[in-house]
DNA sequence: TATGAATGAGTATTCATTCAT
DNA sequence: TATGAATGAATACTCATTCAT
């Protein structure tokens, strides 16, 4: 059943119809649920195994050699394997939009796994200095979006990597040509997402996500109902 | 209610109820079915327009100096434009799909404007020669897929650019680190929509789309059976 | 699993789900259906001993001295052991609306009871004589709906009997103020459930329920078919 | 479709499908929901205008002589017609239990305009003083349960009030042989609805019912927020 | 015998489209 | 011609009951 309903996400997205996966399955409408208690549960279930292989895929390159390479190399690999599937190309979207979130933590594993290769190909001197993991997400979502654009790519069966590679290349620190207005959207830099407080960005340690031990469980619990739903 | 249905489809996207429409224009649904067979019919209509106006405006800067500057500045209005109206957003994803068309004849004159920026700013040297205008196209539904995805962008309310700037340095001739795999999809080399045969590219002259007359007249008529649908 | 049932059946009614009683008791619901052909049979399995209880202590009561102080007791004391019980209020609804019968006789039972209490009571001048055990069983369902209405009391977790003290006094003899309009529905006056011929009402001995030994045949046949359900 | 959805709800309560409804009154379940935004604001529809009368009454009364019978016949008229109503039943049950308001401030309306009529008849001597206005809510409740238990009445087509005489009785001042253990549950004793704050009770004017602006404004947001559901 | 997975009819709700007036 | 009431298919979700293992 899983398989069937990875199948239907992976080709039509978030919007297949529940009985489309049930008739996948070759079961009753009923049979998913008792297996998955909503259809957003059923899928996140396909996709947080994708994600966290990303997720480890990253943390098993964190100690490569050349930073710059393995984090180009990565990206393109990530949009290259989430291209053809739809599912990914709308979980991304929709976490991007703080609609949804795989599973309690995933998302934001992927995030600081992600952002460890960013920062090492920036120390690095291949990364531009001025683009941060918030930056990235969105050109996650940007690449999907032109891969899947681009004609004879992505659900047509055709071969994506052309328009990651042009954003690769934008990416790269030789030569940058015009200096993003803003400052880079760090996550570190940004606020508490429970209280919206500024957080002091420490220098070293993994990066604060709460402004502190109230607000961490409050999103914890937040977690929690989120998990049983 | 063409004023009614544009701020709806701007703000909410191909998605807002047919009634929603008909009640911001002070009219009943019928009268909407009245003057547009169909819902597509006036989500077309709202948008035409607004891509029509880009093409003037692309047609207007084609004699402009310094061709590299205008085509970014060019690029940078449309998405910043279009970030703001999930109308246009939407009406590009689908385009870039192929499951939809504004209207006979309107992206493609778009397409031939924005390609002439493009060219023009390639023999300037400003923009790197291995992006043809399907590149483009899927460029332009990324940049407004990331500005989207930003937080405190697009939808937010935010000032769109920062992704955009980005996605500009990649095409900048002077970045072009990584040579694309694939050849540039250029228009005038793809194949005949209607039979498929391969067209011969002329060097000069308006891009032929069909690889004769007999196909050309098909093309056109299957034109007409959409308008009315 | 009847102490699962109980349970579950005591806090929720007959609304709760079946799978709910089958994940307390720690066993599948095909186990559930193993033991009880269906919801209903399970339900009345619960509240069989609950009611046999009431009728064993009542006719326990039945020689005790002080037959009005002895029925008001036993009515406020059944009262506040219901209140608390969503499924008995269920059950002693749904009887009374000639949906539901706990098991065979039982229900008669508990009526035969109370009726004896009440007679006494009647008796000895406390209770007024224009009520009838048809009135009685009316009446306990709405002191359940009353107790459960008030806030703060019932299902709240407050103590019960408020309503009921008042219900009590409406007995009381000395209280008749008015004439109940219609007689009394004595149960020994009524018409045999299985043809409506009207029975003569005997003075001693246990009131006849049937016209005679076919009627009775017949309803004895019709209890064991639904027992089986 | 009003009338259709009227007797529906009367004669099965707030559980009939509304295809029924949608049915009895021949047309789609679309339109149904075209006319009302859901099965409670048609619910509440066919209700308030009955609640409506009965405070109107109620009000019509409040000067009428003999407060004493006054009440008592509009008590009975209002359960003799109630009972006949099972979405009454259903919407003063829910109501008591707090799940349900018919619509802003009619409850609330009834509530009033019955305390006037109860406080006369105590005034008068007519009624023990020991009861309050949510003893009667509570009572209405429990005599339409009584009524609709009683074989051959309410539903069955039989003629109700035998058990709400009986009640009448209860409330009768002369001769009240039980004091009822609690202090009478009067509204203006009670506690704010919105902080739970106690509210100290005005001998003169319209009792209090919140403790004070910023809870009264509290419960009025949301009996908007109930209004547009 | 016990299990729990599978079933499928039933419910409220939405919305593009049609059509009588 | 304009209206807006009517339509009905579609969708997520629930739960008593059945049945293969």
Redesign the pocket.
Known sequence: ?LQAARSAFEEQGL??????I?RR???????????F??????FRATIVDRIELFTDTARDLADVADPGAVFFRFLSSVVRLAARNKALCDALEAAGAGRFEPSPGVGEDFDDALEVLLRRAQEAGAVRQDVGIADLRALLVGCLSMERALPGCGSDGGVPGRMTALMCDALRAERAVTELETEPVKRNESRCGVCGAAISAARTGRPARYCGGACRQKAHRARERTRQT
Chains 1, 2, 3, 4 share one sequence.
């Open positions: 059943m919007g297949v119809p529940l009985g489309e049930a399955a070759g079961v009753g409408a009923g049979t998913v649920y008792r297996h208690p909503s259809k957003e549960a059923l």
